[in-house]
C-alpha cells in the first residue's frame, strides 16, 4: 500500500503469515475497510485512520496490505 497523506483507500486484502494477519484484523484492518493515509515515515510505514482509530504500520507491513485505488476523502 502507498498513499500520501490525504489519500483514501479500501482495504481488498492482506498478504502474510496468518498470525501477522490475524493482528492487523484485530487491529480494524478488515477487508473491505475504509483506510485513509494520515502520515509517512521516515522508512516508509504510514499512519492509517481506520474509523476513530489511528494505526501506524512499518512499510513492510503496509506492502502486504492490497488496496483498491482512491476512494475519496
Do not use: K, W, Y
Not at 498470525?19 to 485513509?36: N, Q
Amino acid at each position: 500500500m502507498n498513499g500520501r497523506p490525504g489519500d483514501s483507500f479500501r482495504i481488498e486484502r492482506i498478504a502474510g503469515q496468518q498470525s501477522h494477519r490475524r493482528r492487523l484484523l484485530e487491529m480494524g484492518l478488515i477487508p473491505g475497510t475504509a483506510v485513509t493515509v494520515t502520515g509517512v515515515g521516515v522508512f516508509g510505514g504510514r499512519i492509517l485512520r481506520v474509523g476513530d482509530a489511528r494505526i501506524a504500520v512499518d512499510a513492510g507491513t503496509a506492502g502486504a496490505i492490497t488496496v483498491t485505488e482512491s476512494c475519496g476523502g
